[in-house]
């Protein structure tokens, strides 16, 4: 049972480059989440998907763009990389969302850089 | 989204020595899940607390969630090695779940 799986793992930029991080989960959880870990700062929610077909921002969304692609699948664009966006990047899931204390399952994150 | 407040930042410890982090909220909360992420690793959930003044017990672990269901705390008692980490408190806003800032705990032998 993989459970939540991003890739990949490392990622080094120039600034102005996009990518997408990819994020997949086994586990048909309705809601999944991004979050960024900088020092200092703890977990920031980018972006999350409370289920299939929608998405909502989160406390930093700027600079990100989401796609809940289909039940599984939840990525994570970065249009034009800045050096601000350096960061771990976590995605997360869990079997429902509104209000309920469902527990979180996190991948294993991805280190990027924007040089 | 629903701010929670960890303190303190860091702790460092001796092995053996108590440890406790706090989350405080302005506002009352649903519930509250803690978490804990190894040192180049990822948070993994611990427990979650519901209902008003529980008290649940993980071995060494003890977590409280306040009456007014405002704050919380994690308290671990002598601390061993394999403690170390950063500790997360959690709390839903809608279908939103937001952290706190965590508190790095390190224990030293």
């Known amino acids: 049972n993989a459970g939540v799986t991003q890739t990949p793992k490392f990622q080094v930029l120039k600034t102005g480059q996009s990518m997408t991080l990819q994020c997949a989960q086994d586990m048909n959880h309705n809601s999944m989440y991004w979050y960024r870990q900088d020092p200092g700062m703890g977990l920031r929610l980018i972006y999350y998907?409370?289920?299939?077909?929608?998405?909502d921002k989160g406390e930093v969304p700027n600079g990100y763009n989401v796609s809940r692609l289909n039940k599984r699948e939840f990525s994570l664009r970065l249009e034009s990389a800045a050096p601000s966006q350096t960061s771990v990047y976590f995605c997360a899931s869990s079997e429902s969302g509104f209000g309920q204390g469902t527990e979180a399952f996190f991948g294993q994150g991805t280190r990027l850089t924007v040089v | 989204g629903q701010q929670v407040m960890q303190i303190p930042q860091y702790q460092h410890v001796q092995e053996g020595e108590d440890f406790t982090t706090y989350c405080n909220s302005s506002t009352t909360l649903s519930n509250i899940q803690w978490y804990k992420q190894r040192p180049g690793g990822h948070p993994v959930f611990l427990i979650q607390l519901v209902k008003s003044g529980e008290v649940k017990k993980q071995k060494r672990l003890t977590f409280q969630f306040g009456e007014a269901k405002k704050n919380s705390s994690l308290h671990i008692t002598a601390t061993q090695t394999t403690d170390v980490g950063t500790y997360f408190c959690a709390a839903r806003s809608g279908y939103a779940l937001n952290f706190g800032k965590g508190t790095s705990l390190l224990v030293t032998p």
């Open positions: 998907s409370a289920s299939e077909g929608t998405t």
